[in-house]
């Protein structure tokens, strides 16, 4: 699952949804190394995207991980039906989860890496508690429901946090950023700890998909 020491996850939030099955090929063909998919409710946050169908059909059509982002309410009730559409990541909100613990545990023993994640107004020392349960931890540096926000800078200590209480404790734990990614701000992210990058326009709104992938990575 793990071929570079910087992952890069294209978020299909910002692929052209009408060749869907194009776009998958191309950043697959352009060096990604996961499919980032965001899933929203309507409740948890205003948008409403895709859901456990859309995901099982992007599975047929690509080998790489698909890491699967809950913007949604009550996850705990459903997270069963994404991983049975394929997903090799669930990821859930600390916010909108009733029972994160048993959550995470239930991910776990249904064979995926199970994710925790914040709002960007959520104080990290929220998910500090769950960090020994999960193989991921998110952080937002955008508010979560819409792509082409600008990255907030504040988020960055999230990171470093979670960083340095990964490397004492869990020093195999993905560290996950998601929001306003592009070479300049991944850097950013590089540099405080974070190892898998989350990008949408930089990548769907770049005229080569390889290369932005290499500088959002760092390789270029």
Not at 40 to 55: E, K, Q, R, S
Not at 74 to 97: I, M, N, Q
Request: charge should be neutral.
């Amino acid at each position: 699952m793990v071929k570079n020491k910087f992952l890069v996850a294209p978020s299909l939030l910002s692929s052209h949804f009408a060749k869907i099955e194009e776009e998958i090929q191309s950043v697959e063909k352009a060096g990604a190394d996961w499919l980032h998919i965001d899933v929203m409710d309507g409740h948890f946050v205003d948008n409403l995207t895709l859901g456990p169908p859309v995901i099982e059909s992007i599975k047929k059509v690509t080998k790489i991980p698909l890491d699967v982002h809950l913007m949604i309410e009550k996850p705990e009730l459903t997270v069963d039906r994404y991983v049975k559409a394929g997903a090799s990541v669930v990821t859930f909100h600390v916010e909108a989860c009733a029972k994160p613990i048993e959550t995470l545990q239930a991910l776990k023993k249904m064979g995926v890496k199970p994710g925790i994640t914040l709002r960007p107004q959520t104080p990290v020392n929220a998910i500090e508690k769950f960090l020994e349960l999960a193989d991921l931890v998110l952080i937002m540096t955008v508010n979560p429901g819409w792509g082409g926000q600008t990255f907030m800078e504040g988020q960055l200590q999230k990171i470093s946090f979670v960083r340095e209480w990964a490397d004492k404790n869990r020093p195999h734990l993905f560290i996950e950023v998601d929001g306003g990614i592009n070479p300049a701000t991944a850097k950013k992210c590089r540099d405080a700890g974070a190892n898998v990058l989350v990008a949408g326009n930089a990548i769907f709104r770049s005229q080569n998909y390889a290369q932005s992938i290499l500088d959002i990575r760092g390789d270029s």
